[in-house]
């Protein structure tokens, strides 16, 4: 325990609260289409979503090694580098939660990472390598194949059911999507938990207190678990609304493909250790769910806007990394205390402006986009 000062405690806590924040952004790649068929009630989806997210962090680490000593080079790492990349992955991702945007939490921490070692330990602290192999080429790959994948099965489905009763198909595949969702839920925890592992281990090796290619210590696997947990069960509502009714109109036999195409591509990547995104992965599946249904309608407009996201996710999360770390590389202790009060001020502004226009559990499937008010709403009885 000698080797936990204070700054390494804050990165600890920092990293737990980027995945505190990937819980609520990213509850909706398992259950947005769940939510918007009907098959699960939307508090009952997140609280199934959490636990499952739990269970599904103790399953594997190889992800969580591949970002504890994949992606930079763990010896010249410091807790100051890790705390600024993450400074710069919880601000992107609340930034893209406010305007409902489902970005990739996971490129937010890869370009923050990767930001914040490339300006505070020069470019040759980066495998570029690495990151090509294991966050760029699957970041191309992944949706295309869970894309295809969905399209293929949500062809099959109502194919196989063309001459069934609409009420019975509808029926026996929302009970599927309550097997098929909860199978997302868990292969999430099996990637994006380990996310946070592999900074947490990469924090305590570049501390000293684990040795080189170390994995994550149970407390470590534990504590990120529940986060991501917590993090679920509060439920991104505005992405939820994005991705289960902003992209197509969501039937269930669609819901079981998508989600039942994300399973098999998250855990395939989960166990050769690809660190991707799930979110990109999820968006994927419900697009091809969309193509896949005759005459099905796919609102281009959002897909084009989140494939934007998608491209500066990673580059805008690095730039904020990057200039944090100058700060905490140059002002020591007080550019640190700087960067993170900066950072609170910024995240508490974006909170606060979300509650505006609040998306819930009670009017999460009344509207295809959330979009935000740039005054509060007249009061009742007064002159517009």
Known sequence: MDHITFLVAVVIVTALAFDFTNGFHDTANAMATSIATGALKPRTAVLVSGV????????????????????????????????????????????????????????????GLIGAVWVGAGSHGVHVDKVVEKILIPAVASPVVAGVAALIATYFAYKLTARARKDSVTKGFRLGQIASASLVSLAHGTNDAQKTM????????????????????????????????????????????????????????????????????ILTSAHLGFALSTTQVASGSILGAGLGRKLAEVRWGIAG??????????????????????AVKHGGNFGTVVVALVGAAVAAGIVLLSRRNPVSAHNVNDAHEVTLRTEPPARVGTAA
């Open 52 to 111: 499952l997210n739990v269970v599904g962090a103790f399953l594997s680490t190889e992800v969580a090694k591949t970002i504890s000593g994949g992606i930079v080079d763990d010896s010249l790492v410091s807790p100051g580098m890790i705390f600024a990349g993450l400074v710069g992955a919880i601000l992107w991702n609340l930034l893209t939660w406010l305007v409902g945007l489902p970005s990739s939490s996971s490129h937010a921490l890869f370009g």
């Open 198 to 265: 592999g900074v947490i281990t990469l924090t305590l090796i570049s501390a000293g207190a684990l040795g080189h290619d170390a994995g994550p210590p149970v407390w470590v696997i534990a504590s990120a678990g529940l986060a991501i947990g917590l993090g679920t069960y509060l439920g991104g509502w505005r992405i939820i609304r994005t991705m289960g009714k902003g992209l197509t109109e969501i039937q269930s036999p669609q819901g079981f493909a998508a989600e039942s195409a994300s399973t098999t591509v």
């Open 305 to 326: 806007r989140m494939v934007a996201a998608w491209l500066i996710t990673l580059p805008a999360a690095a730039l904020v990394g990057g200039i944090s770390a100058s």
